[in-house]
C-alpha cells in the first residue's frame, strides 16, 4: 500500500517513507516489500539457514561506522572515501588503514615483516646504529642490492641517501669535519694529486 511518499513494510508493518525501501522494478511501485532493516534482517536470516558464514550486524549511530578491522565505532571523520562503496566509505578506518600501509610498505620494499624490523630494532637496543643516540625508526637499506643493513634515525638514513652510499665520498665527509679539509695539489693542467 503506497499513500503519497509512504509505503507500509509488509514484515514489520510500519508506515515508511519511500526512502526506506529498497528500489525493485518488478513491482508495481518500483520499490521492495520489505523495508531496508527488514529486508537486511530476512537476508541475514536465510544466509544462516543456508550454513554460510554470516557477519553479525553492529547497530551504530547516525554519522558513525564500525570497522571490522578494530572492533571500533567510529565517526565519519574517521573514515576515507570511497566512491565506489555502498556508503561512500573506505572498509576499513583511518587508523587500521595506515596500520596495513605501514605492513605493506615494510614488505613491498624491503621483504620483511614487522616483527622482524621490531628484533632488529631490539638488536640495536632501540636507538640509531650511527649516531647512537636517537631512536631507530627507518630501515636502512644498500640501493644497490637491496639488502637491509639496519634501523636508523631520520637524520642519518638521509644522511646516508645524500651521500648516495658512496664509503669514498662519507670518509671525505668524516676528514673534512675533523678538520683535515681536502685541498688537491695542482700537479699537471687538470690533473690534480689527492692528499694522503
Not at 162 to 170: A, L, M, Y
Request: charged fraction near 25%; proline fraction near 5%.
Amino acid at each position: 500500500m503506497n499513500e503519497g511518499g509512504v509505503k507500509r513494510c509488509s514484515r514489520c508493518k510500519k508506515l515508511l517513507p519511500r526512502a526506506a525501501f529498497a528500489n525493485n522494478r518488478a513491482s508495481r511501485d518500483g520499490l521492495q516489500a520489505y523495508c531496508r532493516e527488514c529486508w537486511a534482517e530476512y537476508h541475514q536470516q536465510r544466509q544462516l539457514a543456508k550454513g554460510k558464514n554470516v557477519r553479525p550486524r553492529v547497530l551504530v549511530p547516525a554519522g558513525h561506522k564500525h570497522c571490522r578491522r578494530c572492533g571500533e565505532t567510529k565517526p565519519h571523520s574517521e573514515w576515507d572515501r570511497n566512491s565506489s562503496a555502498s556508503d561512500g566509505l573506505s572498509s576499513r578506518c583511518k587508523s587500521c588503514r595506515a596500520v596495513e600501509g605501514r605492513a605493506g610498505h615494510l614488505k613491498r620494499t624491503y621483504g620483511m615483516t614487522e616483527a622482524e624490523r621490531d628484533a632488529m630494532v631490539g638488536e640495536q637496543f632501540g636507538i640509531c646504529c650511527i649516531c647512537l643516540d636517537a631512536p631507530a625508526e627507518h630501515v636502512d637499506h644498500d640501493h644497490g642490492t637491496g639488502r637491509v643493513r639496519g634501523v636508523l634515525c631520520f637524520s642519518c638514513n638521509a644522511a646516508l641517501g645524500q651521500f648516495k652510499d658512496r664509503p669514498d665520498v662519507i670518509r671525505r665527509a668524516a676528514a673534512y669535519v675533523e678538520g683535515n679539509v681536502w685541498k688537491p695539489t695542482l700537479v699537471a693542467p687538470g690533473v690534480y694529486q689527492l692528499p694522503s
